[in-house]
């Protein structure tokens, strides 16, 4: 998956087409992606950025203030690949059980994809004054509000049992990073889908009632 760079209004740019903000912005990101992952964010520079993205910096600068634009920019990418593909996972669904499976396994692929940007979102975040990270904590919440809203359903159904929605959101959320942040060991003991699927048992067996281990079945049979 190609990063996903959204025009951002609070990262100033000197062009005015957004179309074109968004492909050069991604290009930027791309690049930047490597570069913090494998150097680090404070030995990064924006040459170097320029460089691995093969334009001056000249041009970056005509897309961003400063590095810290840049890093906020990578993070808000990973975000903003959740907000398009968990979506896109859910759409012709209506099963709430399905719907909740369909979210969290979308996400799980996000992080696949984008392992080394959301590795830098646990180490880099820090990097940014205040006002940046209070910009990733919103975004944070609204990608989270969506597999808030499938649980919420799942319980509202009466598939699931009665939980702490918003803390076990980020058990969930934890479990799909483990995949990038840990990627060194769990490779070796799975493929991505197969965590995903002993992931699906473990929380199965946490969360759902009686009547959703029945819907489960059903939804193993027709996916058998």
């Given at each position: 998956m190609e990063p996903k760079a959204?025009?951002?209004?609070?990262?100033k740019s000197q062009v005015t087409d957004e179309a074109l903000v968004q492909r050069r912005r991604a290009q930027i990101v791309a690049a930047a992606v490597e570069l913090f992952a494998h150097q680090g964010f404070y030995r990064t520079t924006i040459q170097d950025v320029a460089k691995k993205a093969g334009v001056s910096a000249g041009l970056i600068y005509q897309y961003v203030t400063d590095k810290e634009d840049v890093l906020l920019l990578v993070l808000l990418s990973v975000l903003e690949s959740y907000k398009q593909e968990i979506p896109a996972a859910l759409e012709g669904l209506t099963d709430p059980l399905?719907?909740?499976?369909?979210a969290i396994g979308a996400y799980c692929r996000v992080v696949d994809q984008r392992r080394e940007a959301t590795v830098l979102a646990y180490r880099s975040t820090k990097s940014l004054p205040e006002d940046r990270r209070k910009l990733i904590k919103i975004s944070e919440?609204?990608?989270?509000?969506?597999?808030?809203?499938?649980?919420?359903?799942?319980?509202?159904?009466?598939?699931?049992?009665?939980?702490?929605?918003?803390?076990v959101t980020y058990q969930l959320v934890t479990f799909a990073h483990t995949w990038a942040l840990k990627h060194w060991r769990v490779k070796q003991l799975s493929d991505l889908e197969g965590y995903i699927a002993q992931g699906f048992d473990f929380f199965a067996q946490a969360l759902l009632t009686p009547k959703g281990r029945r819907c489960q079945n059903k939804i193993d049979g027709r996916t058998g």
């Open positions: 959204a025009v951002n209004h609070d990262v399905e719907r909740f499976w369909a919440l609204e990608t989270n509000g969506m597999i808030e809203a499938c649980l919420r359903d799942c319980i509202t159904a009466g598939l699931m049992r009665e939980v702490n929605v918003e803390l």
